[in-house]
């Protein structure tokens, strides 16, 4: 199986930028899948982006222009660059993964999940 961590999250103002990290180990990457997720409280978990190994990039109409997800396979990370971030985007981030073949409507059933990492923005 493969672990991933996050990190990068924090405590920033509306505006401000946050670059997260999802850092895997166990195993490589490989051909997986990987997608970020993110939890406020009181709201289910909601898709951010993903990337496949092929450079696929997904993402969501609420990050458009703001969000932007990226792959560094030497160090074996996963990023979730954030700019202009706002009140709203606060919430605890995953990054999830999977070798399977799915689409990214059914990447919620990622089989591998971190542990997040929390992002609040002030006004």
């Known amino acids: 199986q493969v672990q991933l961590v996050e990190s990068g999250g924090g405590l920033v103002q509306a505006g401000d930028s946050l670059r997260l990290s999802c850092e895997a180990s166990?195993?490589?990457?490989?051909?997986?899948?990987v997608a970020w997720f993110r939890q406020a409280p009181g709201n289910g978990r909601q898709f951010v982006a993903g990337i496949t190994w092929e450079n696929r990039m997904y993402g969501v109409d609420s990050g458009k222009g703001r969000f932007t997800v990226s792959r560094d396979n030497y160090k074996n990370t996963v990023y979730l660059q954030m700019n202009s971030l706002k009140p709203e985007d606060t919430a605890v981030y995953y990054c999830?993964?999977?070798?399977?073949?799915?689409?990214?409507?059914?990447?919620?059933?990622?089989?591998?999940w971190g542990q997040g990492t929390q992002v609040t923005v002030s006004s």
């Open positions: 999830a993964a999977t070798q399977r073949i799915i689409g990214p409507t059914l990447w919620a059933q990622c089989d591998y």
């Open positions: 166990g195993r490589s990457f490989d051909a997986y899948t």
